[in-house]
């Protein structure tokens, strides 16, 4: 047996390659949609990509199972609960399927989404099944499990799929093989599950002894604490759980129609006409100079998931890119489903350098500025990271205004700061984020971000105690 992970660190997303030396035969699970690394990987194996699954419908990124199918006329699995438009061969509890000497046995696991599958591989030795690794998509992560409200709309509450989740691990996981290798379908940072580990697989006895969802509980006391634990799920995975159901344009059919190079003019006659201007440079360079109502989400950091909180999915987009990056800019947007882009600035930040007196700039401010804590001047001094971040420490004298949250109520957000505010987050990623996202409108001077972010801050101010007003 061959088992190859392929792990995408912007998503936290991890797809398998499995294939059988004897027979050159292989099966990708849970593909993203720029298929070439799994081609190019199978080749380098000499292996032929004959069969491709999607353990359920996933909410956080946009699969490429009909991107593989076109490439590589593989055949598509799912399990048999699922509805979509495009053709599958269903997949039921006990199904094994054999490409010369390995195996896979489908396990229904239905909790994260009501079709989920895990999947159990390994090598047929003498003619007997002999598993070596459990793929176990979205229903147990390494210290979590899938969260059960994605796709609860789907016929199914949150505590009722929450249930069928309890179900799923105690009956068809627990009592599987501790030696079993666990691979799943996320890693740190995923906001599939809540407080997911820090490795990207284990051994299935290690999770059974450490991992607190796999303790004994009862199902009441599962689905109770499982539910109110939840955090906020970015705005797009509805979008993306949908897009997952459809027939849509390839990605390759997307990149085409929108790598189209824009002159500086028509972008801004595009902004004025409500193009949304994505500006995907590092935070100090659009802190530097960007256009007047741009948004920054920088393309070195986890670009895709926070694009894809901030934005519509529907709403048509240029991007402003370092150039030589723009295709990595929309190549990186189609994979979480979002193909609505109009081109790039021709020229990118040198085409901006040409007509400075358009251009606005952001304060970042270093810590030492902002001294050991409180707001600066007559601003509001804003935390944007997540809840569980701001428990663990925070500047004193600062209010919580969460970035996964700020897209829905940001006319009452800019409202707020119109006396001016400084944002931080952790590293000074997200905060620019925010920033620009408040600032578009405003005088971009009356809002600023702390350069470093709490980390920088703390590293100066922070007592060896708790932080008081955290």
């Given amino acids: 047996m061959i088992l190859r992970q392929i792990y995408l660190p912007c998503l936290s997303q991890a797809s398998y390659l499995l294939g059988d030396e004897r027979t050159g035969t292989a099966l990708v699970v849970d593909p993203r949609r720029d298929v070439e690394v799994y081609l190019e990987e199978a080749a380098a194996l000499g292996l032929r990509i004959r069969h491709a699954v999607l353990t359920h419908f996933h909410a956080d990124f946009a699969a490429g199972h009909l991107e593989l199918q076109e490439r590589t006329g593989c055949r598509l699995h799912m399990g048999?609960?699922?509805?979509?438009?495009?053709?599958?061969?269903?997949?039921?509890?006990?199904?094994?399927?054999?490409?010369?000497?390995?195996?896979?046995?489908?396990?229904?696991?239905?909790g994260h989404t009501p079709e989920s599958l895990c999947l159990l591989a390994g090598e047929r030795i003498r003619g007997a099944f002999r598993p070596q690794a459990l793929l176990s998509g979205d229903t147990l992560f390494l210290g979590s499990v899938g969260r059960p409200d994605l796709l609860a709309s789907a016929g199914a509450s949150a505590e009722e799929l929450a249930g069928w989740l309890y179900d799923s691990l105690q009956q068809r996981i627990l009592p599987l093989p501790d030696e079993l290798e666990l691979l799943p379908g996320h890693g740190p940072g995923s906001f599939c599950g809540a407080s997911l580990g820090q490795e990207t697989r284990g051994r299935l006895g290690e999770e059974k002894r450490t991992n607190p969802w796999l303790q004994p509980m009862s199902r009441e006391e599962f689905v109770r604490r499982l539910v109110a634990g939840l955090p906020p799920q970015p705005a797009y995975f509805s979008w993306d759980a949908a897009f997952n159901r459809r027939r849509h344009p390839l990605l390759e059919e997307s990149l085409a129609a929108s790598l189209r190079p824009l002159s500086l003019d028509a972008l801004l006659e595009g902004a004025a006409a409500g193009l949304r201007v994505l500006d995907v440079r590092s935070p100090e360079d659009f802190a530097r100079g960007h256009l007047p109502g741009s948004w920054n989400v920088g393309l070195d950091g986890r670009f895709a998931p926070w694009a894809g909180a901030i934005l519509a999915p529907d709403e048509e987009l240029a991007v402003v890119a370092p150039p030589g990056r723009e295709r990595e800019a929309l190549l990186r947007l189609g994979r979480?489903?979002?193909?609505?882009?109009?081109?790039?600035?021709?020229?990118?930040?040198?085409?901006?350098?040409?007509?400075?007196?358009?251009?606005?700039?952001?304060?970042?401010?270093?810590?030492?500025?902002?001294?050991?804590?409180g707001p600066p001047g007559p601003g509001r001094l804003l935390d944007v990271r997540e809840d569980g971040e701001r428990a663990a420490g925070a500047i004193p004298g600062s209010e919580a205004l969460p970035l996964s949250r700020l897209r829905a109520g940001l006319e009452e957000a800019r409202a707020a700061v119109r006396g001016g505010a400084l944002l931080y987050c952790r590293s000074g990623y997200r905060s620019m984020i925010a920033a620009s996202m408040l600032a578009a409108g405003e005088e971009a001077a009356e809002i600023g971000d702390l350069a470093g972010g709490y980390l920088a801050w703390a590293e100066s101010f922070r007592p060896s105690g708790p932080v008081s007003g955290a």
């Fill in 336 to 373: 979480v489903g979002f193909d609505r882009a109009a081109g790039f600035l021709e020229g990118g930040a040198e085409t901006l350098a040409s007509r400075p007196g358009l251009l606005r700039r952001i304060r970042r401010w270093r810590p030492e500025e902002l001294g050991p804590g």
């Fill in 80 to 110: 048999r609960r699922a509805q979509a438009e495009f053709d599958f061969e269903p997949a039921a509890d006990g199904d094994r399927w054999i490409l010369g000497d390995l195996e896979i046995e489908v396990l229904e696991t239905p």
